[in-house]
């Protein structure tokens, strides 16, 4: 599975973002997948994830009711729409994918999922 994310940039802060991961080489409908951000020198932080299939979805408590994930297994994408957009979620973002059979409970550990996009980076400035 390849993964292709787009769609970062530069946006004042109380912007808004929206995320593009398209995936080829395989479906990704029995994948969970993921969103995860990384500074400089530090490990991947969770942002977001949605089950497999069309499943529920999970947030970071720092983006809970500004960001939402969603998929279309038909075009075998998943995005991330950032609303009201802070300074600290200044970072390079990246999607994951992860084999449905490794767990749910599993969706915040980076060290879980099988598939990683390149990252695309997102400013935001105060």
């Known amino acids: 599975v390849q993964l292709q994310a787009c769609g970062g940039g530069l946006v004042q802060a109380g912007g808004s973002l929206r995320l593009s991961c398209a995936a080829s080489?395989?479906?990704?409908?029995?994948?969970?997948m993921g969103w995860f951000r990384q500074a400089p020198g530090k490990d991947h932080e969770f942002v977001a994830a949605i089950r497999w299939g069309n499943g529920p979805t999970y947030y970071a408590d720092s983006v809970k009711g500004r960001f939402t994930i969603s998929r279309d297994n038909a075009k075998n994408t998943v995005d991330l729409q950032m609303n009201s957009l802070k300074p600290e979620d200044t970072d390079v973002y990246y999607c994951?994918?992860?084999?449905?059979?490794?767990?749910?409970?599993?969706?915040?550990?980076?060290?879980?999922?099988?598939?990683w996009g390149q990252g695309t980076l997102v400013t935001v400035s105060s």
């Open positions: 080489g395989r479906t990704v409908s029995r994948y969970n």
């Open positions: 994951a994918a992860m084999r449905f059979d490794r767990g749910w409970s599993r969706v915040e550990h980076s060290s879980f999922y099988d598939y």
